[in-house]
């Protein structure tokens, strides 16, 4: 895994432990410049990746931070089928109101 511009991967473990883990960082890709570096992880069957738009947990109101612990704590909750979990976590995350920027979340558990 590398940054690339982009905030990090949530990892909700079969603990019910979520971690952020610290990558590398980089240019956002499709800026075609330098090389990356990368970190190699091990997951335990069962692990969830959530991989996230920074629309999911950045507004005007609060920072990357503070939408980053609310993303693990809406993970955490929730031991869901993957498309319930999605629906889960953007519901607690956004709820009714219109989004200020795209938003996308993709989840896969490992096996």
Request: charged residues 20%.
């Amino acid at each position: 895994m590398t940054g690339a511009g982009h905030p990090p991967p949530a990892l909700l473990h079969p603990s019910g432990e979520v971690e952020f883990p610290s990558l590398p960082s980089g240019t956002p890709i499709g800026v075609g410049l330098g090389s990356f570096e990368s970190l190699e992880l091990k997951l335990d069957r069962g692990t969830v990746l959530a991989l996230y738009t920074d629309g999911l947990i950045e507004t005007r109101g609060s920072d990357l931070e503070a939408g980053m612990r609310r993303l693990g704590a809406a993970l955490a909750r929730a031991s869901l089928p993957l498309d319930d979990l999605c629906a889960s976590v953007i519901g607690s995350i956004v709820g009714e109101t219109p989004a200020e920027d795209d938003i996308a979340l993709l989840v896969a558990r490992t096996r």
